[in-house]
């Protein structure tokens, strides 16, 4: 197939040079009525923003210029089948542990997983167990998690229905995850890997190898977080015998809207063809823009560039405090001097620098330049603050099951009373999106300090109704008659 082609988005082009009469949906009939307001944002793209009309597919039956350029997509990443999400990599995510996963079912989960996978869980009624990841102490992050303890796992849950792996993680750590796959294949099961960061990785070069390539069974990718496609826009491959696609098919109708944006659908196709024109030249443009940036943020003695402790995406960038500011201030700081970036935490600051093609400009001069003027001020100090280490077994499960906690009363307690009890809401740093504390798991003490650590260093989080009170639901545990038993 010739990767240069963009049939979805060159149908949309040649329909909207048609000047068609619109008597369908969208209401804005081809952006003629519009506001003046939006006139100069959203004219041209109102224009591609179409309906199943003939000729434009359906990406529900997809026949057509949408088959078409999922197949593309489909040989790019050497998979079996591909396809496009618009419903962001929560769609994805949901649909693959829906298409393996019943009422009940075991399934083995790395424990920083993002908060979509949690839901999968939730809505499947699965019965989780959790393998915590390792812990990077120089980062004061979690990294991915390792061989043993999945085949622990595996080999105390032989009935398990799929592992689901994180692959990168935020920070872009990406250690092999092929020796998990094998493993977890030997005994039939499947591997399910969010590769939310890493939709670029088939680019090669300097880039951790992508999952697909590594045995994964379904993968699902955010397009939008480092190609050049829409927010929301992702993808689903699967490439395994172990896993229905009739199955995925069915979840995604399910899950995924029963309007889909074609802008964002155009999009991912132009997406892919930009990865599939990645090359050589590209690939070393890019690497020297990168080690030149790093090398520049490195003079900056206020903060320290961290060097990843075994593979990792080169384009993710991770600064570290070496000031008095916290991770979070110092986010604020580059704020105030119009530098917006992706997260922070307690210590550290993310970059996700652009996946730029040979001879593309990017202001990287422009923005050392700019945190130079903004962070002078401040005083070199190491940050010397001990960490809050959480304790976590090698893997872990809920205290009660999804059934359970449905049936369960649950109260307000304070925070700083609360350890022991179990969990009745999910508490989530956003971003990244990682659960701290997750629903239906007893609280231990040094979950709580770290939570009220990262609260008073000024983190953001989702859930956690009460949090500003100090107050965290928790359940009612002779309520809960008597907790989850295997």
Known sequence: ????????????????????????????????????????????????????????????????????????????????KSFFLVNGSTAGNLAMILAVCKENDRMIVQRNCHKSIMNGLQLAKARPVFIEPNYINSWDVAGGIGREAVIQAIREYPDAKGVIVTYPNYYGMADSIREIVDEAHKNGIPVLVDEAHG????????????????????????????????????????????????????????????????????SLDIARCYLSGYNHNDLGFLMDQVSSFRRKLSQIKQITVLDYPGEGDPLKVTIQSACQLSGFELQRELEKAGIYTELADSKNVLFVLPLLKNGMFYPFEDTVQRMNAILSPYE????????????????????????????????????????????????????????????????????????????????????????????ILVFVEEEADGGCNG
């Open 1 to 80: 197939m010739d990767q240069t082609n963009t049939p979805l988005y060159t149908a949309l082009h040649l329909h909207s040079m048609k000047n068609t009469v619109s008597y369908h949906v969208p209401g804005h009939k081809n952006g003629y009525a519009r506001s003046n307001t939006n006139e100069d944002y959203f004219s041209a793209i109102m224009k591609i923003d179409a309906t199943e009309l003939t000729g434009l597919d359906d990406l529900h039956s997809p026949e057509s210029v949408i088959l078409e350029a999922e197949k593309l997509l489909a040989e790019l990443h050497g998979v079996k």
């Open 199 to 266: 939709a670029h990785f088939s680019a090669g070069g300097s880039f951790p190898e992508p999952a697909s390539s590594q045995g994964a069974d379904i993968i699902v990718q955010s397009a939008h977080k480092t190609l050049p496609a829409m927010t929301m826009g992702s993808y689903l491959h699967v490439n395994s015998s172990l896993v229905s696609i009739d199955k995925i098919k069915e979840k995604l109708q399910f899950l995924q809207s029963s309007s889909p944006s074609y802008p964002i659908m155009a």
């Open 380 to 471: 070199h100090i190491i940050n010397h603050k001990e960490t809050i280490m959480i304790g976590r077994q090698s893997h872990s499960k809920l205290a009660l099951t999804y059934k359970q906690m449905e049936e369960s009363h649950f109260i307000f307690s304070k925070i700083i009373e609360a350890e022991g009890m179990i969990a009745a809401e999910t508490i989530i740093p956003y971003p990244p999106g990682i659960p701290i504390i997750i629903k239906g798991e007893r609280l231990q003490g040094d979950i709580i300090k770290r939570l009220m650590e990262m609260k008073q260093n000024g983190a953001r989080f989702q859930g956690g109704i009460h949090l500003d009170k100090g107050e």
